[in-house]
């Protein structure tokens, strides 16, 4: 190896500094939360499992320190469009980057090693099927910094995405004990994260959970609507993002070609994506989106994951998904740049027979039905959408978020403090070891197998809420769990578990306010007697950006200039600037190098770059509007 040429790039890393780095090769002015504690302990030899929502800057977690230390980072994804965008982005830094897979052309093995062993090469991305074959081969003979494991929630077979092919990743650690190795995922509840340590051999892993909170996304639901009323409410919905790119997920490969075709009818740019066309029909689709020549694709979930896509303004759920990991992380896919984006789930009875028969003839039905269950839950909640999501993944807040259509249309509430302490003294009483449905036995007095065999009769609190029916309190039982008072223990038996907001209110110090329980009427043709649906969805700007008011119409000429650059170097529009960047410039209209230079996400060779190309036209547009 020619350690003196690695040395030299290390040493010229290293005195750059973390911050200089951040903003000379990413653009960034400061990192988001954790980012540094997570790269400060890889910088240190040490391994970390990164639990951090889709946007929130996992990828800069391990792209940062591999240019910081000596070697080259694996970077093990199963999602090749992932690889090929990270890849072109940062070689639009200026960080030599390559990627091994199926469907990438083969370098030459002896060139790629010579470049690594000088140093060039600072990220090899690798497919895990790739990665078991380099590594007899071209990862024995380099010097390796980091080993990042992205999607990593697909090694645990508890996770809402288990690859086999990820089950072979325990080696790394055998084969690489002193390298230190990042496990990164957007979705994995508590069994999951601690099925991930375990399978990738690294116990002892610093455990680094950001926030799953993505304020600038809005939420909304709605149930009941026939596919006539899907339609007419996905129009409106698409009269309030014009030209704006989105995703339609849809159940059915049948549901996303008549929905595109509707679309399409409508004048609409809609392409369809599922597994039954073929790979270059998926992949001009694929591309197509990514170059701002589609507006909208309907989907199956075979596509987005790994689409690195910032500027998807929208996601549409035609049908209810199949669990909340699925649907936070499909979410997740709008507004990756951080601007504001909507979201609007459409859900009905028939979405949960088919999905309940899915759940049922799969290999893990017990579990598949109770994520099943959690969602439709979520789908059916009258308590803030935002507080139901972060709970599940284990983080409890006490505030509304303001941004759902549950916040901005609440239901009526009331104080509900004594029927929660009711069901809580039940779950204490018995030792938290029962489940909802024991724990609604106890409070309403029935004398069933499970009360007689561990007699829950001889508790003080059975019975003691007879007064309330059966369902109303699977009810406020259901709006504890969404308030994040109680937890479910899917590796107990599905146990109750009082959280520390329960205890809150078990002991006095915290009131509970419960939503009244409005039951909705149906015909005997399905057809509901009661209850208006509501007709207003969240705007795209809902959500504040900056203190100075934007120009919208710069925005527009900012668009179509990024579009035309990048069609010159084809490249995907987002590669050269992020719609994020280009709502700060219509904003902050800099007339020179330097005030270019301070717009978050600018870094140093896209400041060279692109400057003098963006800034004549600012200048322009604001000397003939006069602003």
Known sequence: MNSKKNDNFVQFFLHLGMENVLKRYFGYDSFRPYQREIIENTQQGRSSLVLMPTGGGKS?????PALMKDGTAIVISPLISLMR???????????????????????????????????????????????????????RSIH???????????????????????????????????VPIIALTATADKVTRF???????????????????????????????????????????????????????????????????????????AAVYHAGLSLFERNRTQEDFLNDKVQVVCATIAFGMGINKGNVRFVIHYNLPKSIENYYQEI??????????????????????????????????????????????YAEASVCRRRILLNYFGQETSCD??????????????????YVQMALSAIVRANQMISMHTCIDILCGIPSLEVGKHQYFKLKTFGVGRDVPVKDWKDYILQMLQRGFVEVMYDQHNHLRVTELGR????????????????????????????????????????????????????????????????????????????KVLHQLATYK??????????????????????????????????ESGN
Not at 122 to 132: D, G, N, V, W
Not at 203 to 224: H, Q
Not at 239 to 267: D, M, T
Not at 410 to 417: A, E
């Open 85 to 139: 965008d990270q890849v072109r982005q940062l070689r639009c830094n200026v960080i030599y980057a390559v990627a091994l897979n199926s469907c990438e052309d083969e370098m030459d093995p002896m060139a790629l090693q010579r470049e690594c062993q000088d140093g060039l090469v600072k990220l090899i991305f690798l497919s895990p099927e790739r990665l078991m074959v380099e590594l007899s081969r071209l990862l």
């Open 332 to 377: 997740g896919r709008a507004g990756r740049d951080g601007a504001p984006a909507d979201t609007l789930l459409f859900y009905n009875v028939a979405d949960i027979v088919q999905l309940t028969r899915f759940a049922q003839t799969s290999g893990q039905s017990e579990i598949n039905m109770e994520r099943l269950s959690r969602m439709r839950e």
């Open 195 to 269: 099925d991930i340590l375990n399978q990738l051999n690294i116990p002892d892993a610093e455990v680094f959970i950001g926030s799953f909170d993505r304020p600038n996304l809005s939420l909304d639901v709605r149930r009941g609507l026939d596919s006539y009323e899907k339609r007419v409410a996905i129009m409106h919905f698409l009269s309030q993002h014009p030209g704006e790119p989105g995703i339609i997920y849809c159940l059915s490969k049948k549901n996303a070609e008549s929905v595109a075709a509707f679309l399409q009818a409508h004048r609409i740019d």
């Open 144 to 178: 390796i910094s980091l080993i990042a494991v992205d999607e990593a929630h697909c090694i645990s077979q508890w996770g809402h995405d288990f690859r086999p092919e990820y089950s072979q990743l325990g080696v790394l650690r055998q084969t690489f004990p002193n």
């Open 590 to 623: 800099p007339t020179n190098m330097q005030e270019f230079g301070n717009i978050n996400g600018i870094g140093e060779f896209k400041c060279a770059t692109y400057g003098p190309i963006f800034l004549p036209v600012i200048i322009q547009h604001k000397s």
């Open 401 to 418: 978020c303001h941004n759902c259509d549950v916040c901005q249309h609440p239901p009526q509430l009331f104080d509900g403090t004594k």
């Open 60 to 64: 800069l977690c391990y792209q940062l």
């Open 504 to 579: 809150q209110v078990l002991y006095g110090e915290r009131q509970a306010m419960l939503s009244v329980i409005i039951r909705e009427v149906f015909s005997p043709k399905g057809k509901r007697k009661q209850y208006v649906q509501k007709e207003s969805f969240p705007g795209l700007w809902n959500f504040p950006r900056n203190e100075q008011e934007e120009d919208k119409e710069l925005f527009e000429v900012l668009r179509r200039l990024r579009l035309r650059i990048a069609q010159q170097k084809g490249e995907p529009p987002f590669v050269i600037m992020s719609d």
